[in-house]
């Protein structure tokens, strides 16, 4: 009788989408992943701040996320100003042109780092707006789908990040970097 119950609740269990885990067999190799839960997918947004210049965008893979760095390292220990937030459509500033992205859901990243130096105006980021981020390949990413660079405008580096779905972000701040991940699942 008890086997019988504990196989209903697992079943129930199961087709309501609730993780159930099972042990695995003597001697075979396990790996549990915990995935941080709580992001959200509210903006998130920083203080501008005279930070440096941007020089470079890439992107990673992880087990519960994928992730976008915007190198800045002429902030050394200052913040780097920033909003990330999803939009229904992206358009390039300040010219208000829409640039397509593919994917479920879109996010636009702006950066309080310019893609030049501020003062000579030499690219300091090879970026071209509504054209595909130069070296970001995101082939095989499980999140990501598309991203392209909107433009450097007044101090501010704007990108748009297409993504599988609606998905809950955070935003972090490194020495040098920003870091945007976006999880795989809710």
Known sequence: MRT????AVLAALTMAGVGVGVAAPAGAATT???CPAGWGSLPKTAA??????????RTGGHDCYD???FDVPTAGTEPIGYTVHYVDAFYQDPSGIRIPIS??????????APAYDPKTHAATYPGRGGQALPGVDLTGYRTFRDAKFGASFEGVTQVGL??????????SQRSNRLVVDVAHTW
């Open 67 to 69: 992730r976008m760095v």
């Open 48 to 57: 501008d701040t005279d930070a440096g210049s941007l020089t470079d965008i």
């Open 4 to 7: 019988r119950r504990y196989g």
């Open 32 to 34: 549990a992943v915990a």
């Open 162 to 171: 297409g993504v599988r779905a609606r998905l809950p972000f955070q935003v």
């Open 103 to 112: 994917g479920g859901a879109i996010i636009e990243i702006r950066v309080s």
